[in-house]
């Protein structure tokens, strides 16, 4: 079987694809739309709709922030790959 270092390149464009699919622009951009609205003063008017919004806010950073994490934890395991190869 390949060695895990082999399999990383293929590893990562699976990554990229699969954060596609996830569609990491559009929950960004979503993030950032609902941050906007909670700065607004009006916003906090409705404390239901208010509460409503933060949980998803909430949700979608921590989608974001995981999904980050493992894409750099990914990469970070290519390039300590590539300087032990290096040896």
Do not use: C, Y
């Not at 559009?26 to 509460?51: C, H, M, T, V, Y």
């Not at 934890?73 to 040896?87: F, M, P, V």
């Amino acid at each position: 079987t390949p060695s895990i270092t082999l399999q990383l390149p293929e590893i990562l464009e699976r990554l990229d694809r699969i954060g596609v699919l996830f569609d990491l622009p559009g929950k960004r951009r979503e993030i950032a739309q609902l941050e906007e609205l909670s700065a607004d003063p009006e916003f906090w008017n409705d404390p239901q709709r208010a509460q409503r919004t933060m949980r998803r806010l909430s949700q979608l950073r921590e989608q974001v922030e995981h999904w980050e994490s493992l894409s750099r934890q990914a990469r970070d395991l290519q390039e300590l790959s590539e300087l032990a190869g290096d040896d």
